[in-house]
């Protein structure tokens, strides 16, 4: 199906996704079902995850790319195809794009790191353009449009299209092989929706007792928006961190599936201080370097009131994180714990003070991780920024407490405030 009909005339099936399948099955790869022993003591349940990160494309999304362009015909392939993607979906296009011998035009968003220009490239060689435009997902989009109405090139859209959708639904199709009974809940991350609709359209009719849990980042919760009016709605801002989820505007046909069974699926926001959390967790513990997207399902895990022994599995929806961003990842997780803690302090210029907020103000335990004198205005004070590490999140209070009592003037820069983003 490639036609161009409303979201509200087109209907995707478990016999769209089970076409889908067998006709990706030469492509993908049949990812494994992986038992965390960590998550599963920790929540009393049994944790499966779902490695869509060993893919080819290290993502789930070559699923719904090459569904959608194997079935286009002789004329489409040669005028080409044109699509938008934060990454992961324009590694499918890629991939398919070389695979099918068909030209195509990528755009990506200013925001998407190097690795995953990179690997589109990889993945397309020859046969694909790369055009970097717009600081988000949803102005390649419209670009991608445009370019298409232009040209004649075949839209692929990441999400929004029942072919993607079917495709993005066999993962469901293959949990369900790969398990003996059926899972107590299945966890989805949510960008535009795409996924979890194919997901829950195919669970309603072949495991209609198991949870959906939809899950999204806090900072870009578009069907949250589009489930409190009715209709998708596009977001005034979005914090573009979890790039393989942040949209600002869900799809108008993956709304339409997911509204239809709204009572079966539980929606959660996860906020991305704690989908960084997750990320070192994964890469510490099970060896998965998960992109923030991909750490979206078990973060969630925090959220859920799970019966002891259920089956839950969580979906692991890419891999492809640029090693670059370890340093930022760190710190939202540190500051999401409460351990790290930023503070306005003006010294006295006077000998030893520097050692006095030392012995007076720092705990045993804790560490100075940045220290920079922003202006000295005067010959009696200087500002500086102090980034403080605690050895613990309980010792925020006595730290507070210290500084109070100190004759050196501390001030606090709490996070989400304009000095707070604009100085760290």
Known sequence: MTSTDSAADQVVTTDDIDAAARRIGDVITYTSLDTSERLSEHTGARILLKREDLQDVRSYK??????????????????????ASAGNHAQGVAFACRSLGINGRIYV????????????????????????????????????????????????????????????????????????????AVVVPVGGGGLLGGIA?????????????????????????????????????????????????LGEFPFGVISSMSERIQVLTVDEGAVCT???????????????????????????????????????????????????????????????????????????????FLDEILGPEDDITQFEYLKRNNREYGAALVGI?????????????????SRIDCERLEPGTAAYEYLT
Not at 295 to 324: F, M, Q, R, Y
Not at 389 to 405: I, P
């Open 201 to 249: 359209t195919y669970l309603a009719e072949y495991a209609p007792d198991c949870k959906v849990i939809a899950v999204e980042p806090a900072g870009a919760a578009s069907l949250t928006a589009a489930l409190e009016v009715g209709e998708p709605t596009t977001l005034d801002d979005v914090d573009t961190f979890v790039d393989g989820a942040s949209v600002a505007r």
């Open 62 to 83: 070559i699923r719904g790319a090459f569904n959608l362009m194997a079935q286009l015909t002789t004329d489409e392939r040669s005028a080409g195809v044109v699509t």
């Open 109 to 184: 968003p200013s925001n998407t790191p190097k690795q995953k220009r990179d690997r589109i490239l990889a993945h397309g060689r020859n046969w694909v353009e790369l055009v970097v435009t717009g600081s988000n997902f949803d102005a390649a989009q419209s670009a991608a449009w445009a370019d298409a109405e232009r040209t004649g090139a075949t839209m692929v859209p990441p999400f929004d299209h029942p072919d993607t959708m079917a495709g993005q639904g066999t993962i469901a199709a293959e949990i369900l092989a790969q398990l003996e009974e059926t899972p107590d």
């Open 389 to 405: 590490e605690l050895g613990s999140a309980t010792g925020l209070h006595s730290l507070l407490e210290r500084m109070e009592a």
């Open 278 to 356: 997750e990320m070192l967790e994964l890469y510490q513990n099970e060896g998965i370097i998960a992109e923030p997207a991909g750490a979206l399902s078990v973060t969630a895990l925090e959220k859920l009131d799970i019966e002891p022994g259920a089956t839950v599995v969580c979906i692991i929806s890419g891999g492809n994180n640029d090693v670059s961003r370890y340093s930022e990842i760190i710190e939202r997780s540190l500051v999401h714990r409460g351990l790290k803690h930023y503070f306005l302090v003006n010294f006295p210029q006077e000998p030893g003070q520097l050692r006095r």
